[in-house]
């Protein structure tokens, strides 16, 4: 498609395996969904339309249920009077692949393409892929720079979410920090076992004394050490 009325010179930059133009900035985030037929035709379905950003509060217009290539889209975020202008670049309709990438017009505070894509490995997992290729506008974009660029990861951050909750009609969080701190140290403060874990930064096995013992023991008195002996 040619890059006619859109804001930069590299349609289809957002393409698995595509190459980054200069000055773009790749971001690209690969999530499970599950895997079966049903999660594969409910994930084609998802990502056919607008629905995942709508789902984070996004409104588009027009409201096309299945994107049309080469249509121009105006989107804008909750509240924010900021209107986002893009256009449906490509349209992936392979066995294994769905979804569409889609590319900014003049206006828009971020310069470059997005896609929304999910993928069927041979193994029968089944994946949500967004990839950004992007950069700030110029002009006084420019001076939002620092909260435009924190924002991003956010966005795709909440696509992810928004796929999975769609999809598996869940609202089971995604892996992150969060869980990983779980995994470490155990659903509560007071868990001795995830504590040593942390504290080992390994996560070995438990020593003799990472857990309270099974039975009280009884020390005799000379044996326990003067800074524990009571007066």
Known sequence: MSA?????????????????????????????????????RRAVEVVSGWAIKQAIGFTVTPDDPVVVEGRDYETRYGWMRVHEPVRVIWVADEPDRRGFGYGTRPGHPITGEECFLVERDPDGSIWFVTRT???????????????????????QRAYARSAVRLVSETDAPLGGLRRLRRRMVGGGPSGVEGIAKLGY????????????????????ADDVPWELREE
């Open 4 to 40: 006619d009325g859109l804001s930069y010179d590299a349609p289809g930059a957002a393409r698995p395996g595509a190459a980054v133009p200069p000055g773009l900035r790749l971001r690209e985030q690969r999530v499970p969904l599950g895997e079966g037929e049903r999660i594969w």
């Open 133 to 155: 290729v992007s950069r700030i506008s110029g002009g006084w974009w420019l001076v939002l720079w620092p909260g435009i660029r924190m924002l991003q990861p956010y966005f």
């Open 201 to 220: 930064g390994m996560g070995p096995e438990p020593g003799p004394f990472d857990k309270p013992p099974a039975e009280p023991i009884e020390l005799d």
